[in-house]
């Protein structure tokens, strides 16, 4: 796919907003529709293929948040536009399925750089062998559905982001990765993510590991980053 195919969704309740995105990114040969609500997104959905859907998180009505939790298992990457700044209600959003946070008010020279960063990713993603499973000391995990089975047979499935970082983890046992390794492993190092933010996913990903013991499976190396505790049983 060239970026001249590609077709972008922009939901946001602002008719300003709207409007100077759809001509801005129209400019450089994308096709762009807009959408006011989730309502009129679905229908949108329903009749044309879409790439990217750029999505606001403050909306009367459904907000964004509930509207990325839907889209998040589609498989369309979705960059989430929001005014609020602290780093933990950016990190709600990439955990529900988001694919980059860009806070507003924002330059529309890098909303068109994580644009295109976000629209390359599926290609070099469609390179990747068939979708990987991982067990883990009882643990099984599918990168494919998402699916954590514990050691129990009861499961979880993870939001994108979530899947996201324990991948990383699980292909990197015992080495030590931080904090600004971790936001480029798993965003591909364009999301304005901070240090907390990162610290607040692993410690959700953690309480889904049931990971509150002495010998904890992600362990904290202090003011460097995390590992995951290296064992045989990782494949």
């Known amino acids: 796919m060239t970026f001249g195919d590609a077709s972008i969704l922009i939901v946001d309740d602002d008719a300003g907003i709207r409007s100077a995105i759809f001509d ?9 529709f807009v959408a006011a609500d989730g309502a009129q997104m679905d229908r949108r959905l329903a009749s044309e293929r879409v790439d990217l859907v750029v999505l606001d998180v403050m909306m009367p009505g459904e907000d964004g948040l509930s509207i990325c939790r839907r889209l998040s298992d589609a498989g369309t990457p979705i960059l989430m536009l929001s005014a609020l700044a602290e780093s933990a209600d950016r990190v709600v959003g990439l955990e529900l399925g988001a694919s980059d946070y860009l806070p507003k008010p924002f330059e529309p020279r890098e909303l068109l750089a994580r644009v295109r960063a976000l629209l390359r990713r599926p290609s070099s993603e469609a390179a990747l062998s068939a979708p990987r499973t991982w067990t883990y000391l009882g643990w099984r995990y599918s990168g494919e559905s998402r699916r954590l089975v514990r050691p129990d047979d009861s499961w979880v499935v993870l939001s994108s982001a979530q899947g996201l970082l324990l991948e990383v983890f699980l292909d ?22 901070f240090d907390r933010a990162v610290d607040l996913a692993v ?19 202090r003011g460097e980053g995390y590992r995951l505790r290296p064992e045989r049983e990782v494949a």
Request: no cysteine; hydrophobic share 35%; charged share 25%.
């Open 172 to 193: 990197r046992p015992g080495r030590l990765l931080t904090r600004d390794q971790l936001i480029t492993l798993t965003r591909g190092g364009g999301a304005d993510i």
């Open 24 to 32: 801005y990114l129209s400019g450089f040969g994308f096709r762009v």
């Open 203 to 221: 410690s959700r990903l953690r309480r889904l590991l049931g990971d509150q013991g002495a010998t904890p499976l992600i362990e904290t190396v």
